[in-house]
């Protein structure tokens, strides 16, 4: 058995890392590859750093399909600071008759000789270098050197890293900027689900929300948000800004009681229409929640909290937007969602349309009142969408669920 040992925080684990981990594991012929997820620096180091259990979870899921992969705890389960020495010795102990090939960048390799029990590192282990691109240093003879004085086996293996960092997953995020295809799916949802690398107001605004909304409905605001990024990115609009409006949009969505008296507490009177389809209650009341309760004072924010549920004839790019998040974030896995998904990143106005006509026929199908704007929406969103209707029956007929 030849075992790959990759050390790192992984905060968080991206493609850059994986790919790296693949082409060793291919060029060394490694029957496995272990990623071994860094504990928490003791107390004062600790700031801005995720917490190990959760980089370990981004991790496990990253590598749930890779074949021969798999996140390891030992360091911290260990806690605190961990020698490489100690997590291969413990590797060794377990694995006794495997051939350890431990991991490791150029840049690493050129501190090498200044860790911790260097020697013993390489009496267990064979050192496998990863090259940077663009890199000068002359890694070969770095590992002649390595091995001259210190014994042991130094490869230098023919792989390049990527350019992707785990820096730049981490400011992308804090910026509204999407980070879809930098890891695994799995990997991006659970980042987005557990707010992490987002701006601390938005983190604190996401937990009041968590206070008020159950657990399904905060998840689906925060997914809401990671699609309004996505889609305010591709049209050109302010990202920040529908993110923070993909997060709230549904910060009045309750039923029953709670609704009620969520109503009484805002001095919020529903329309006529209103309660006879009492799930849209929550756009208007939303938009009055986000102002009283939030402190959210932009108008086009408030605007299109209010019109998320109906829609409006006058609907502007960045009404669609947050329309479209919330019917098209990944939760939402009704028939045919896929394509709506295309169209929104081609044409809004006639992905607003699609998904209100799939609407339309989800409640005539169960007998379900229409809300009477719904029809001059529709109308109106059709006549103006440059994609025309051709593609709009291409994407129709599709089944629904509010
Ligand atoms: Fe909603
Ligand atoms: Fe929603």
Redesign the pocket.
């Known amino acids: 058995m030849k075992i790959g040992v990759y050390g790192g925080t992984f905060d968080p684990i991206h493609n850059g890392h994986i790919e790296i981990a693949r082409a060793v594991k291919a060029e060394l012929g490694l029957d496995s590859c272990v990623f071994v997820v860094a504990a928490d620096p003791p107390h004062k180091d600790f700031s801005g750093r995720t917490p190990a259990e959760l980089r370990l979870e981004m991790t496990r899921l990253a590598l749930e399909n890779e074949d021969g992969m798999r996140a390891s705890d030992i360091e911290i389960k260990r806690g605190g600071v961990s020698y490489t020495v100690d997590t291969l010795e413990r590797i060794k102990q377990l694995e006794p008759d495997a051939e350890l090939y431990f991991i490791l960048g150029a840049d690493m390799l050129s501190s090498f000789k200044k860790w911790y029990m260097p020697e013993k590192i390489l009496a267990i282990a064979t050192l496998a270098a990863v090259q940077r691109s663009g890199q000068k240093a002359d890694l070969h003879a770095l590992a002649d050197a390595i091995m001259n004085e210190l014994g042991g086996t130094v490869i230098v293996t023919n792989v390049v890293g990527m350019e992707l960092s785990s820096t730049t997953v981490r400011s992308r995020m804090n910026d509204a900027l999407p980070i879809t295809g930098l890891m695994p799916y799995e990997t991006e949802l659970f980042i987005h689900r557990n707010m992490l690398y987002m701006p601390k107001e938005l983190v604190s605004l996401g937990k009041r929300l968590g206070e008020r909304l159950d657990e399904a409905r905060l998840e689906h605001s925060l997914l809401t948000a990671r699609e309004a990024v996505m889609l305010a990115n591709r049209h050109g609009l302010d990202a920040e800004k529908a993110r923070l409006c993909g997060l709230v949009?549904?910060c009045a969505?309750l039923r029953g009681a709670a609704l009620e008296s969520y109503m009484k507490e805002l001095g919020f009177n529903p329309t006529a229409d209103e309660r006879k389809n009492p799930y849209t209650i929550?756009?208007r009341l939303g938009a009055l929640a986000a102002q009283k309760e939030y402190g959210i004072d932009d108008p086009e924010i408030l605007r299109a909290i209010r019109l998320?549920?109906l829609g409006s004839p006058d609907m502007t790019p960045f009404d669609e937007v947050i329309f479209l998040a919330?019917k098209l974030e990944p939760t939402r896995d009704y028939r045919k969602i896929a394509k709506i998904r295309v169209l929104a990143y081609e044409d809004m106005d006639a992905a607003v349309a699609a998904v209100i006509r799939n609407n339309i026929a989800y409640n005539r199908s169960r007998n379900m009142p229409v809300h009477p704007s719904t029809f001059e929406t529709l109308e109106a969103i059709e006549t103006r969408s440059e994609t025309g209707n051709e593609l709009l029956n291409a994407y129709s007929n599709t089944d629904t669920e509010e």
């Open positions: 949009h549904d969505k929550h756009a998320h549920t919330d």
